[in-house]
Protein backbone atom coordinates (compact mmCIF):
# COMPACT_ATOMS: atom_id res chain seq x y z
CA UNK A 1 0.00 0.00 0.00
CA UNK A 2 1.19 3.67 -0.69
CA UNK A 3 1.80 5.60 2.09
CA UNK A 4 2.69 9.07 3.10
CA UNK A 5 4.12 9.64 6.56
CA UNK A 6 4.52 12.34 8.55
CA UNK A 7 6.59 12.45 11.44
CA UNK A 8 4.41 13.96 13.85
CA UNK A 9 0.63 13.95 14.21
CA UNK A 10 0.82 16.86 17.53
CA UNK A 11 2.97 19.60 17.71
CA UNK A 12 3.59 22.45 20.50
CA UNK A 13 5.73 25.08 19.69
CA UNK A 14 6.46 28.19 21.21
CA UNK A 15 6.41 31.99 19.05
CA UNK A 16 9.77 32.62 17.04
CA UNK A 17 10.88 28.80 17.48
CA UNK A 18 12.21 27.09 14.15
CA UNK A 19 9.92 24.12 13.23
CA UNK A 20 10.61 21.22 10.63
CA UNK A 21 7.73 19.79 9.59
CA UNK A 22 8.77 15.76 8.07
CA UNK A 23 7.13 13.76 4.99
CA UNK A 24 8.44 10.71 3.66
CA UNK A 25 6.58 8.76 1.02
CA UNK A 26 7.46 5.34 -0.28
CA UNK A 27 5.97 5.10 -3.81
CA UNK A 28 8.79 6.95 -5.63
CA UNK A 29 6.62 9.53 -6.64
CA UNK A 30 8.08 12.54 -8.40
CA UNK A 31 5.66 15.09 -6.64
CA UNK A 32 4.77 16.16 -3.12
CA UNK A 33 2.77 18.89 -1.81
CA UNK A 34 2.35 20.89 1.61
CA UNK A 35 -0.79 22.18 2.67
CA UNK A 36 -2.43 23.92 5.90
CA UNK A 37 -6.24 23.54 6.51
CA UNK A 38 -7.95 25.83 8.45
CA UNK A 39 -12.23 25.92 9.32
CA UNK A 40 -13.50 27.98 6.94
CA UNK A 41 -10.33 28.23 4.60
CA UNK A 42 -9.81 25.27 3.22
CA UNK A 43 -7.13 22.72 2.24
CA UNK A 44 -4.60 26.12 1.00
CA UNK A 45 -1.08 25.03 -0.82
CA UNK A 46 2.02 26.61 0.68
CA UNK A 47 4.40 24.91 -1.30
CA UNK A 48 5.32 22.26 -4.31
CA UNK A 49 8.59 20.39 -5.22
CA UNK A 50 7.91 18.18 -8.42
CA UNK A 51 11.85 16.93 -8.21
CA UNK A 52 14.89 16.80 -5.67
CA UNK A 53 16.01 19.98 -5.26
CA UNK A 54 13.11 21.75 -7.13
CA UNK A 55 10.31 23.48 -5.69
CA UNK A 56 7.49 26.15 -6.22
CA UNK A 57 5.35 28.63 -4.02
CA UNK A 58 2.03 27.66 -3.80
CA UNK A 59 -0.76 30.39 -2.97
CA UNK A 60 0.40 31.57 0.97
CA UNK A 61 4.45 30.74 0.99
CA UNK A 62 5.20 33.47 3.48
CA UNK A 63 6.64 32.85 6.59
CA UNK A 64 7.22 29.07 5.46
CA UNK A 65 10.42 27.24 3.26
CA UNK A 66 10.75 23.66 2.22
CA UNK A 67 13.86 21.21 1.48
CA UNK A 68 13.93 18.37 -0.85
CA UNK A 69 17.13 16.60 -0.82
CA UNK A 70 15.73 12.80 -1.54
CA UNK A 71 13.18 12.10 -3.94
CA UNK A 72 11.10 10.41 -0.79
CA UNK A 73 11.56 13.38 1.82
CA UNK A 74 9.65 16.78 1.53
CA UNK A 75 10.19 18.90 4.99
CA UNK A 76 8.47 22.01 5.51
CA UNK A 77 9.54 24.62 7.68
CA UNK A 78 8.68 27.33 9.74
CA UNK A 79 11.27 29.85 9.98
CA UNK A 80 10.56 31.75 12.62
CA UNK A 81 6.96 29.84 14.38
CA UNK A 82 3.88 32.88 15.08
CA UNK A 83 0.57 32.08 16.37
CA UNK A 84 -1.28 32.56 13.10
CA UNK A 85 0.59 29.50 11.77
CA UNK A 86 -1.44 27.49 13.99
CA UNK A 87 -2.91 25.18 11.75
CA UNK A 88 -3.33 21.66 10.50
CA UNK A 89 -0.56 20.81 8.09
CA UNK A 90 -1.22 17.97 5.30
CA UNK A 91 1.31 16.75 3.17
CA UNK A 92 0.79 14.96 0.01
CA UNK A 93 2.69 13.24 -2.97
CA UNK A 94 1.68 12.33 -6.57
CA UNK A 95 2.98 10.71 -9.13
CA UNK A 96 4.60 13.05 -12.07
CA UNK A 97 2.37 11.84 -15.17
CA UNK A 98 -1.49 12.58 -15.91
CA UNK A 99 -4.25 10.49 -14.63
CA UNK A 100 -3.00 9.72 -11.38
CA UNK A 101 -4.69 11.57 -8.12
CA UNK A 102 -3.00 13.06 -4.66
CA UNK A 103 -1.88 10.64 -1.66
CA UNK A 104 -1.98 12.21 1.69
CA UNK A 105 -0.59 11.75 4.74
CA UNK A 106 -2.34 11.72 8.09
CA UNK A 107 -1.62 15.72 9.05
CA UNK A 108 0.50 17.35 11.47
CA UNK A 109 -1.85 19.30 14.01
CA UNK A 110 0.86 22.19 14.71
CA UNK A 111 -0.24 24.65 17.46
CA UNK A 112 2.12 27.55 18.09
CA UNK A 113 1.63 28.98 21.67
CA UNK B 1 -8.34 32.29 -10.61
CA UNK B 2 -10.42 29.00 -10.38
CA UNK B 3 -13.86 29.53 -7.93
CA UNK B 4 -14.67 25.85 -6.62
CA UNK B 5 -18.34 25.38 -5.06
CA UNK B 6 -19.64 22.65 -3.29
CA UNK B 7 -23.19 21.81 -2.15
CA UNK B 8 -24.62 21.38 -0.45
CA UNK B 9 -22.40 22.53 3.03
CA UNK B 10 -23.78 19.96 5.56
CA UNK B 11 -25.69 16.79 5.35
CA UNK B 12 -27.43 15.08 7.82
CA UNK B 13 -28.77 11.29 6.99
CA UNK B 14 -30.20 8.33 7.76
CA UNK B 15 -28.22 5.11 7.48
CA UNK B 16 -29.23 3.30 4.31
CA UNK B 17 -30.33 6.46 2.33
CA UNK B 18 -28.16 8.07 -0.86
CA UNK B 19 -27.14 11.24 -1.38
CA UNK B 20 -25.68 13.34 -4.17
CA UNK B 21 -22.97 15.79 -3.51
CA UNK B 22 -21.95 18.52 -5.91
CA UNK B 23 -19.29 20.34 -7.00
CA UNK B 24 -19.44 23.27 -9.64
CA UNK B 25 -16.08 25.19 -11.08
CA UNK B 26 -15.68 28.13 -12.49
CA UNK B 27 -13.40 27.68 -15.53
CA UNK B 28 -12.55 24.75 -17.41
CA UNK B 29 -10.46 22.38 -15.82
CA UNK B 30 -7.97 19.68 -16.93
CA UNK B 31 -8.32 17.00 -13.78
CA UNK B 32 -10.67 16.63 -10.62
CA UNK B 33 -10.30 14.90 -7.62
CA UNK B 34 -12.28 13.44 -4.60
CA UNK B 35 -11.28 12.94 -1.52
CA UNK B 36 -12.97 11.78 1.70
CA UNK B 37 -11.33 13.43 5.27
CA UNK B 38 -12.70 11.54 8.10
CA UNK B 39 -13.48 12.49 11.65
CA UNK B 40 -9.79 12.11 12.47
CA UNK B 41 -8.59 14.06 9.13
CA UNK B 42 -6.93 11.53 7.09
CA UNK B 43 -7.97 12.70 3.21
CA UNK B 44 -8.43 9.53 1.33
CA UNK B 45 -8.73 10.15 -2.81
CA UNK B 46 -11.91 8.78 -3.69
CA UNK B 47 -11.85 9.17 -7.45
CA UNK B 48 -9.78 10.59 -10.17
CA UNK B 49 -12.51 11.75 -12.64
CA UNK B 50 -11.63 14.66 -15.15
CA UNK B 51 -14.89 13.17 -17.24
CA UNK B 52 -16.97 10.92 -17.21
CA UNK B 53 -18.37 8.09 -14.83
CA UNK B 54 -16.42 6.04 -12.44
CA UNK B 55 -18.32 3.81 -9.94
CA UNK B 56 -16.46 2.27 -6.87
CA UNK B 57 -18.51 -0.05 -4.82
CA UNK B 58 -21.06 2.14 -2.97
CA UNK B 59 -19.84 5.63 -4.65
CA UNK B 60 -19.69 6.87 -7.91
CA UNK B 61 -18.54 10.09 -9.46
CA UNK B 62 -19.86 11.77 -12.51
CA UNK B 63 -17.84 14.62 -14.41
CA UNK B 64 -19.12 16.74 -16.92
CA UNK B 65 -16.45 19.07 -17.97
CA UNK B 66 -18.38 20.99 -20.63
CA UNK B 67 -20.61 22.22 -18.09
CA UNK B 68 -18.32 22.77 -15.36
CA UNK B 69 -19.83 20.65 -12.35
CA UNK B 70 -18.87 16.98 -10.88
CA UNK B 71 -21.46 14.99 -8.75
CA UNK B 72 -20.82 12.32 -6.03
CA UNK B 73 -23.30 10.22 -5.29
CA UNK B 74 -23.55 7.62 -2.33
CA UNK B 75 -25.82 4.92 -1.90
CA UNK B 76 -27.20 2.92 1.03
CA UNK B 77 -24.89 4.98 3.61
CA UNK B 78 -23.10 4.11 6.47
CA UNK B 79 -21.79 5.64 9.83
CA UNK B 80 -18.55 5.41 8.42
CA UNK B 81 -19.18 7.29 5.17
CA UNK B 82 -19.04 10.68 8.10
CA UNK B 83 -16.82 13.08 7.28
CA UNK B 84 -16.05 15.77 5.18
CA UNK B 85 -16.00 15.46 1.07
CA UNK B 86 -14.06 17.67 -0.90
CA UNK B 87 -13.14 18.21 -4.60
CA UNK B 88 -10.47 19.66 -5.89
CA UNK B 89 -9.58 20.86 -9.25
CA UNK B 90 -6.29 21.19 -10.98
CA UNK B 91 -5.92 24.85 -12.18
CA UNK B 92 -3.86 24.60 -14.93
CA UNK B 93 -2.66 21.28 -16.85
CA UNK B 94 0.33 19.18 -15.86
CA UNK B 95 0.91 21.74 -12.83
CA UNK B 96 -0.66 18.26 -10.63
CA UNK B 97 -1.50 22.25 -8.32
CA UNK B 98 -5.00 21.11 -6.87
CA UNK B 99 -7.60 24.22 -5.79
CA UNK B 100 -10.18 22.99 -3.21
CA UNK B 101 -13.40 23.61 -2.84
CA UNK B 102 -14.79 24.03 1.07
CA UNK B 103 -16.27 20.69 1.25
CA UNK B 104 -19.67 19.11 2.29
CA UNK B 105 -19.96 18.32 5.84
CA UNK B 106 -21.75 14.57 6.42
CA UNK B 107 -23.27 13.09 8.79
CA UNK B 108 -24.84 9.54 9.01
CA UNK B 109 -26.87 8.77 11.67
CA UNK B 110 -27.32 5.03 12.89
Known amino acids: DVKVTQSSRYLVKRTGEKVFLECVQDMDHENMFWYRQDPGLGLRLIYF?????MKEKGDIPEGYSVSREKKERFSLILESASTNQTSMYLCASSLGSWGYGYTFGSGTRLTVV | GIQVEQSPPDLILQEGANSTLRCNFSDSVNNLQWFHQNPWGQLINLFYIPSGTKQNGRLSATTVATERYSLLYISSSQTTDSGVYFC????????????FGTGTRLKVLA
Open chain 2, 88 to 99: AVERTSGTYKYI
Open chain 1, 49 to 53: SYDVK
